[in-house]
C-alpha cells in the first residue's frame, strides 16, 4: 500500500521560505512519478512541480524560479518554497504514480496516490 505524509507546512510572511517534506514508502518499485500540488477552497487542485524518475523536474509557471524539489535516498521529497507571495497560500498535496505521461505531469489526473496535505499559509 503506497502511502505519502506530507509535513513542514506553516506559517510565513511575504518574502519568507518554507520546505515541505513528503515521506514515500510502499512502493516495491519507483515510483516514477512524484508531485506537489495545492488548493485553495473553491479552486482546482493545482499542479505546483513535478519530480520524474530520471530526475527532471517540472514547475508551474507561477513558481519558476522561486520554488525547488529535491529527492534523498530515504525516499523524502521536498519542495523548497522562497520569495513566497500570499497568492502561495493553500493547502498542498504530494502526489505519486507508476508513470508519468508528460502531458499528466501537472495535471491531477496523472497521480492516483495521494497524501492528505498541509497548510501553507503566507501573510501579507
Known amino acids: 500500500q503506497v502511502h505519502l505524509e506530507e509535513s513542514g507546512g506553516g506559517s510565513v510572511q511575504t518574502g519568507g521560505s518554507l520546505r515541505l517534506s513528503c515521506a514515500i514508502s510502499?512502493?516495491?518499485?519507483?515510483?516514477?512519478?512524484l508531485a506537489w500540488f495545492r488548493q485553495v477552497p473553491g479552486e482546482e487542485r493545482a499542479g505546483v512541480a513535478s519530480?520524474?524518475?530520471?530526475?527532471?523536474t517540472n514547475f508551474a509557471d507561477f513558481v519558476k524560479g522561486r520554488f525547488t524539489l529535491t529527492k534523498d535516498p530515504k525516499n523524502i521529497l521536498y519542495l523548497q518554497m522562497d520569495r513566497l507571495t500570499p497568492e502561495d497560500t493553500g493547502t498542498y498535496y504530494c502526489?505519486?504514480?507508476?508513470?508519468?505521461?508528460?502531458?499528466?505531469?501537472?495535471?491531477?489526473?496523472?497521480?492516483?496516490?495521494w497524501g492528505q496535505g498541509t497548510q501553507v499559509t503566507v501573510s501579507s
Open positions: 502526489a505519486a504514480d507508476l508513470t508519468c505521461p508528460k502531458w499528466l505531469r501537472l495535471q491531477r489526473a496523472g497521480y492516483n496516490y
Open positions: 510502499g512502493y516495491t518499485y519507483g515510483p516514477y512519478c
Open positions: 519530480l520524474e524518475n530520471d530526475g527532471s
